[in-house]
């Protein structure tokens, strides 16, 4: 009896020191962004809470408020012994890219062009693939997508071109040098398009158009019956067919994976691609008008629907 007590009590003393082991050998990870205004800080914290959630390790935040310089996040890394950090936001990442090198891998999520990019990222921009393949299945019928975008984001068209023919889609990409012939453009566009065949694709890359051009395209491809799709969460709401955008607790768990594999990359390369953590919200009246139809199964495809009850 005795024997067996102490057996006991030295099996749960070891199991004692391999758990003291383990904590003090996990590999922390930190998450920075900056003390920022709702709704933008619910942003970073469902983005950490994907990450707290899915990295094995420890994950700590450290949040840059107004007068945090890198020195401060320096000593902070320090500090808290990081092995790694992913940086949230564009001035994140731009106090992250003043520290001193280090063996401490750092990457980004943040809204940038590939050619900017300093450091690993993940674009806050939704994947084209994922874009198309989603599109596809809400829209069966259509088979050309029609893109208004700057002349500067034209890498983002080239992508998006190579990846829609992937799912029977061709884009057609009309340039414009600035805002005055942005809205030309959007006319133009409107006037040619083919119901039943064509969608046009709202700010795929960069800023929507102002709220007075935007609500002529809406009330232009409302009376002519024609699909609108967007990148931006607020279009859906003000009468967009479907608006995509970011799962960004999942994009939590997406970051956790990139910043893995990067530990991976022994080279100097930067590796920029945009995020595959995708959702699907659909305007319901905007989706009546133009006579489709979503049953209770085809529904659970839309992460948000509008109008809500309370708008109802």
Same mark, same amino acid.
Not at 184 to 193: S, T
């Given at each position: 009896?005795?024997?067996?007590?102490?057996?006991?009590?030295?099996?749960?003393?070891?199991?004692?020191?391999?758990?003291?082991?383990?904590?003090?050998?996990?590999?922390?990870? @930190?998450?920075?962004?900056? *003390?920022?205004?709702?709704? !933008? /800080? $619910?942003?970073?914290? &469902?983005?950490?809470? =994907?990450?707290?959630?899915?990295?094995?390790?420890?994950?700590?935040?450290?949040?840059?408020?107004?007068?945090?310089?890198?020195?401060?996040?320096?000593?902070?890394?320090?500090?808290?012994?990081?092995?790694?950090?992913?940086?949230?936001?564009?001035?994140?990442?731009?106090?992250?890219?003043?520290?001193?090198?280090?063996?401490?891998?750092?990457?980004?999520?943040?809204?940038?062009?590939?050619?900017?990019?300093?450091?690993?990222?993940?674009?806050?921009?939704?994947?084209?693939?994922?874009?198309?393949?989603?599109?596809?299945?809400?829209?069966?019928?259509?088979?050309?997508?029609?893109?208004?975008?700057?002349?500067?984001?034209?890498?983002?068209?080239?992508?998006?071109?190579?990846?829609?023919?992937?799912?029977?889609?061709?884009?057609?990409?009309?340039? @414009?040098?600035?805002?005055? *012939?942005?809205?030309?453009? !959007? /006319? $133009?566009?409107?006037? &040619?398009?083919?119901? =039943?065949?064509?969608?046009?694709?709202?700010?795929?890359?960069?800023?929507?158009?102002?709220?007075?051009?935007?609500?002529?395209?809406?009330?232009?491809?409302?009376?002519?019956?024609?699909?609108?799709?967007?990148?931006?969460?607020?279009?859906?709401?003000?009468?967009?067919?479907?608006?995509?955008?970011?799962?960004?607790?999942?994009?939590?768990?997406?970051?956790?994976?990139?910043?893995?594999?990067?530990?991976?990359?022994?080279?100097?390369?930067?590796?920029?691609?945009?995020?595959?953590?995708?959702?699907?919200?659909?305007?319901?009246?905007?989706?009546?008008?133009?006579?489709?139809?979503?049953?209770?199964?085809?529904?659970?495809?839309?992460?948000?629907?509008?109008?809500?009850?309370?708008?109802?």
């Amino acid at each position: 009896m005795v024997v067996g007590i102490i057996k006991i009590k030295l099996w749960l003393f070891v199991f004692y020191l391999m758990l003291i082991s383990e904590i003090l050998h996990a590999e922390r990870l @930190a998450v920075v962004y900056p *003390e920022i205004r709702e709704p !933008y /800080r $619910q942003i970073f914290l &469902n983005i950490y809470k =994907g990450i707290e959630t899915s990295f094995e390790g420890q994950v700590s935040a450290y949040v840059l408020e107004a007068a945090s310089t890198s020195d401060d996040l320096l000593l902070w890394l320090n500090q808290q012994k990081m092995n790694g950090a992913i940086v949230l936001g564009n001035r994140s990442m731009r106090t992250a890219l003043s520290l001193p090198s280090s063996t401490l891998r750092i990457v980004g999520a943040v809204l940038i062009q590939p050619d900017d990019a300093k450091l690993s990222t993940i674009t806050l921009v939704p994947s084209p693939n994922v874009v198309f393949k989603k599109l596809v299945k809400v829209l069966p019928k259509i088979n050309r997508v029609h893109v208004v975008y700057r002349r500067q984001n034209a890498w983002f068209i080239e992508t998006s071109t190579k990846e829609a023919s992937k799912h029977s889609l061709k884009i057609l990409a009309h340039g @414009a040098g600035n805002a005055r *012939e942005m809205a030309y453009l !959007y /006319r $133009q566009v409107l006037n &040619n398009m083919e119901p =039943g065949h064509d969608v046009l694709w709202i700010a795929p890359y960069g800023r929507s158009p102002d709220k007075a051009i935007l609500k002529v395209i809406l009330q232009e491809a409302w009376r002519k019956k024609l699909p609108v799709i967007s990148s931006s969460l607020a279009d859906v709401k003000r009468g967009a067919l479907f608006s995509f955008y970011t799962n960004n607790i999942e994009m939590g768990k997406e970051l956790v994976n990139f910043w893995k594999s990067e530990q991976q990359n022994t080279t100097n390369v930067i590796n920029v691609q945009p995020t595959e953590s995708i959702e699907i919200a659909v305007n319901l009246r905007t989706a009546n008008h133009l006579d489709l139809f979503y049953s209770k199964k085809n529904r659970k495809a839309f992460g948000l629907m509008y109008p809500t009850p309370q708008d109802r």
